[in-house]
Protein backbone atom coordinates (compact mmCIF):
# COMPACT_ATOMS: atom_id res chain seq x y z
CA UNK A 1 0.00 0.00 0.00
CA UNK A 2 0.87 3.61 0.28
CA UNK A 3 3.31 5.09 2.31
CA UNK A 4 4.50 8.12 3.61
CA UNK A 5 7.23 9.21 5.74
CA UNK A 6 8.32 12.15 6.99
CA UNK A 7 11.18 12.94 9.63
CA UNK A 8 9.20 13.72 13.33
CA UNK A 9 11.11 16.87 14.77
CA UNK A 10 13.33 19.86 13.48
CA UNK A 11 13.92 23.13 15.34
CA UNK A 12 15.05 26.07 14.29
CA UNK A 13 15.67 29.42 15.38
CA UNK A 14 13.27 32.60 14.01
CA UNK A 15 13.95 34.14 11.18
CA UNK A 16 15.74 31.51 9.76
CA UNK A 17 14.32 29.34 6.77
CA UNK A 18 12.49 26.05 7.64
CA UNK A 19 12.95 22.74 5.83
CA UNK A 20 10.41 19.75 6.17
CA UNK A 21 11.09 16.78 4.20
CA UNK A 22 8.73 13.98 2.85
CA UNK A 23 8.84 10.48 1.09
CA UNK A 24 6.27 8.74 -0.75
CA UNK A 25 6.16 5.56 -2.33
CA UNK A 26 3.10 5.56 -4.69
CA UNK A 27 3.80 6.49 -8.20
CA UNK A 28 -0.06 6.78 -9.32
CA UNK A 29 0.24 9.63 -6.31
CA UNK A 30 -1.57 12.67 -8.61
CA UNK A 31 -1.95 15.23 -5.43
CA UNK A 32 0.43 16.00 -2.65
CA UNK A 33 -0.24 18.37 0.39
CA UNK A 34 0.82 20.10 3.28
CA UNK A 35 -1.20 20.56 6.39
CA UNK A 36 -0.69 22.57 9.38
CA UNK A 37 -2.25 21.49 12.80
CA UNK A 38 -1.77 23.70 16.09
CA UNK A 39 -2.41 22.18 18.98
CA UNK A 40 -5.79 20.98 19.73
CA UNK A 41 -7.23 22.19 16.51
CA UNK A 42 -7.96 20.34 13.52
CA UNK A 43 -6.00 20.31 10.22
CA UNK A 44 -4.95 23.47 8.26
CA UNK A 45 -4.08 23.03 4.35
CA UNK A 46 -1.27 25.17 3.90
CA UNK A 47 -0.57 24.23 0.32
CA UNK A 48 -0.33 21.60 -2.27
CA UNK A 49 0.80 20.23 -5.51
CA UNK A 50 -0.13 18.74 -8.66
CA UNK A 51 2.39 15.72 -9.75
CA UNK A 52 3.25 17.17 -12.91
CA UNK A 53 4.79 20.46 -11.71
CA UNK A 54 8.31 20.75 -10.03
CA UNK A 55 7.43 23.80 -7.71
CA UNK A 56 4.79 25.88 -6.50
CA UNK A 57 5.68 29.43 -3.88
CA UNK A 58 3.14 31.10 -1.77
CA UNK A 59 3.93 33.68 -0.11
CA UNK A 60 6.87 32.51 2.41
CA UNK A 61 5.93 29.05 1.33
CA UNK A 62 7.71 26.80 -1.00
CA UNK A 63 7.17 23.43 -2.34
CA UNK A 64 9.41 21.05 -4.25
CA UNK A 65 8.54 18.02 -5.93
CA UNK A 66 10.71 15.78 -6.85
CA UNK A 67 8.57 12.75 -8.83
CA UNK A 68 11.79 10.80 -9.85
CA UNK A 69 12.45 10.38 -6.18
CA UNK A 70 9.29 10.46 -4.76
CA UNK A 71 10.61 13.51 -2.48
CA UNK A 72 8.66 16.44 -1.76
CA UNK A 73 9.74 19.62 1.03
CA UNK A 74 8.12 22.25 2.28
CA UNK A 75 10.29 25.54 2.60
CA UNK A 76 8.93 28.56 5.00
CA UNK A 77 11.13 31.37 4.85
CA UNK A 78 11.64 34.10 7.89
CA UNK A 79 10.25 31.17 10.66
CA UNK A 80 7.98 33.06 13.32
CA UNK A 81 7.32 31.70 16.67
CA UNK A 82 3.47 31.31 15.06
CA UNK A 83 4.49 28.60 12.93
CA UNK A 84 5.20 26.24 15.40
CA UNK A 85 3.10 22.98 14.55
CA UNK A 86 2.71 20.03 13.35
CA UNK A 87 3.30 19.93 9.42
CA UNK A 88 2.07 16.65 7.77
CA UNK A 89 2.68 15.90 4.41
CA UNK A 90 -0.10 13.65 2.31
CA UNK A 91 -0.91 12.38 -0.83
CA UNK A 92 -3.78 10.99 -2.74
CA UNK A 93 -4.14 9.25 -5.71
CA UNK A 94 -6.59 10.79 -8.99
CA UNK A 95 -9.95 9.16 -10.13
CA UNK A 96 -12.02 7.65 -7.33
CA UNK A 97 -9.22 8.12 -4.95
CA UNK A 98 -8.62 11.61 -5.28
CA UNK A 99 -10.32 12.20 -1.61
CA UNK A 100 -8.74 9.22 0.02
CA UNK A 101 -5.83 11.18 1.78
CA UNK A 102 -2.48 8.95 2.93
CA UNK A 103 -0.87 11.08 5.44
CA UNK A 104 2.63 10.52 6.77
CA UNK A 105 3.46 10.76 10.85
CA UNK A 106 4.01 14.43 11.24
CA UNK A 107 6.69 16.76 11.87
CA UNK A 108 7.02 18.81 14.92
CA UNK A 109 8.63 22.17 14.07
CA UNK A 110 9.81 24.25 17.14
CA UNK A 111 10.50 27.60 16.44
CA UNK A 112 13.02 28.84 19.37
CA UNK A 113 12.98 32.88 19.77
CA UNK B 1 -20.63 29.22 7.39
CA UNK B 2 -19.85 26.88 10.60
CA UNK B 3 -17.24 24.73 8.42
CA UNK B 4 -16.93 21.03 9.65
CA UNK B 5 -18.64 20.77 13.40
CA UNK B 6 -17.45 18.10 15.45
CA UNK B 7 -19.33 16.82 18.99
CA UNK B 8 -18.74 16.34 21.57
CA UNK B 9 -15.17 17.45 21.75
CA UNK B 10 -14.10 14.56 24.43
CA UNK B 11 -15.65 11.46 25.43
CA UNK B 12 -14.87 9.28 27.63
CA UNK B 13 -16.19 5.70 27.52
CA UNK B 14 -15.99 2.48 28.95
CA UNK B 15 -15.04 -0.64 27.20
CA UNK B 16 -17.93 -2.07 25.81
CA UNK B 17 -19.75 0.73 25.38
CA UNK B 18 -21.42 2.36 22.54
CA UNK B 19 -21.21 5.94 21.11
CA UNK B 20 -21.41 8.17 17.76
CA UNK B 21 -19.73 10.80 16.55
CA UNK B 22 -21.45 13.51 14.95
CA UNK B 23 -19.76 15.51 12.36
CA UNK B 24 -21.69 18.02 10.09
CA UNK B 25 -20.83 20.51 7.06
CA UNK B 26 -22.99 22.98 5.99
CA UNK B 27 -21.08 23.59 2.69
CA UNK B 28 -23.19 21.31 0.78
CA UNK B 29 -19.84 19.19 0.18
CA UNK B 30 -20.47 15.50 -1.08
CA UNK B 31 -17.45 13.82 -0.07
CA UNK B 32 -17.03 13.23 3.67
CA UNK B 33 -14.81 11.30 5.22
CA UNK B 34 -13.60 10.15 8.92
CA UNK B 35 -9.86 9.75 9.94
CA UNK B 36 -8.08 8.98 13.64
CA UNK B 37 -5.17 10.27 14.87
CA UNK B 38 -2.49 8.43 17.06
CA UNK B 39 0.84 9.92 17.97
CA UNK B 40 3.95 8.51 15.61
CA UNK B 41 0.88 7.83 13.25
CA UNK B 42 -0.41 10.83 11.59
CA UNK B 43 -3.96 10.17 10.39
CA UNK B 44 -5.23 7.11 9.10
CA UNK B 45 -8.66 6.96 6.62
CA UNK B 46 -11.87 4.98 9.12
CA UNK B 47 -14.40 5.51 6.37
CA UNK B 48 -15.70 7.66 3.57
CA UNK B 49 -18.75 8.57 1.92
CA UNK B 50 -18.88 10.32 -1.92
CA UNK B 51 -22.46 11.22 -1.61
CA UNK B 52 -25.72 10.70 0.85
CA UNK B 53 -26.59 6.81 0.61
CA UNK B 54 -22.71 5.44 -0.59
CA UNK B 55 -20.07 5.00 2.01
CA UNK B 56 -16.99 2.61 1.67
CA UNK B 57 -14.16 1.91 4.07
CA UNK B 58 -10.74 3.21 4.54
CA UNK B 59 -7.60 1.95 5.71
CA UNK B 60 -8.79 1.10 9.59
CA UNK B 61 -12.31 0.20 9.37
CA UNK B 62 -12.55 -2.47 12.03
CA UNK B 63 -14.88 -1.67 14.93
CA UNK B 64 -16.31 1.47 13.69
CA UNK B 65 -19.67 1.87 11.01
CA UNK B 66 -21.07 5.23 9.59
CA UNK B 67 -23.83 5.91 7.21
CA UNK B 68 -24.54 8.83 5.19
CA UNK B 69 -28.75 9.61 4.98
CA UNK B 70 -28.57 12.67 4.34
CA UNK B 71 -25.16 15.57 2.76
CA UNK B 72 -24.83 17.47 5.55
CA UNK B 73 -24.69 14.34 8.14
CA UNK B 74 -21.56 11.56 8.27
CA UNK B 75 -22.03 10.14 12.16
CA UNK B 76 -18.99 7.61 12.81
CA UNK B 77 -20.34 4.80 15.35
CA UNK B 78 -18.77 2.65 17.71
CA UNK B 79 -20.49 -0.24 18.33
CA UNK B 80 -18.20 -2.01 21.21
CA UNK B 81 -15.35 0.18 21.98
CA UNK B 82 -12.22 -1.04 22.87
CA UNK B 83 -9.10 0.81 24.38
CA UNK B 84 -7.53 0.64 20.73
CA UNK B 85 -9.90 2.98 19.91
CA UNK B 86 -8.52 5.19 22.25
CA UNK B 87 -7.48 8.53 19.58
CA UNK B 88 -8.43 11.81 18.41
CA UNK B 89 -10.92 11.63 15.62
CA UNK B 90 -11.33 13.72 12.56
CA UNK B 91 -14.19 14.31 9.87
CA UNK B 92 -13.39 16.33 6.92
CA UNK B 93 -15.31 17.19 3.98
CA UNK B 94 -14.93 18.52 0.35
CA UNK B 95 -16.65 19.49 -2.69
CA UNK B 96 -15.57 16.07 -4.32
CA UNK B 97 -13.99 17.80 -7.61
CA UNK B 98 -10.14 17.07 -8.14
CA UNK B 99 -8.84 20.06 -7.68
CA UNK B 100 -11.01 20.50 -4.12
CA UNK B 101 -9.48 20.23 -1.12
CA UNK B 102 -10.66 18.75 2.04
CA UNK B 103 -11.67 20.73 5.04
CA UNK B 104 -11.14 19.25 9.02
CA UNK B 105 -13.55 19.61 12.01
CA UNK B 106 -11.43 20.30 15.73
CA UNK B 107 -11.82 16.75 16.26
CA UNK B 108 -13.06 14.26 18.72
CA UNK B 109 -10.60 13.05 21.60
CA UNK B 110 -11.86 9.58 22.55
CA UNK B 111 -10.58 7.67 25.48
CA UNK B 112 -11.85 4.02 26.59
CA UNK B 113 -10.98 2.75 29.47
Known amino acids: GEDVEQSLFLSVREGDSSVINCTYT??????LYWYKQEPGAGLQLLTYIFSNMDMKQDQRLTVLLNKKDKHLSLRIADTQTGDSAIYFC?????????????FGQGTILTVHP | NAGVTQTPKFQVLKTGQSMTLQCAQD?????MSWYRQDPGMGLRLIHYSVGAGITDQGEVPNGYNVSRSTTEDFPLRLLSAAPSQTSVYFC????????????FGPGTRLTVL
Open chain 1, 90 to 102: AESGGGTSYGKLT
Open chain 2, 92 to 103: ASSRGTVTDTQY
Open chain 1, 26 to 31: DSSSTY
Open chain 2, 27 to 31: MNHEY
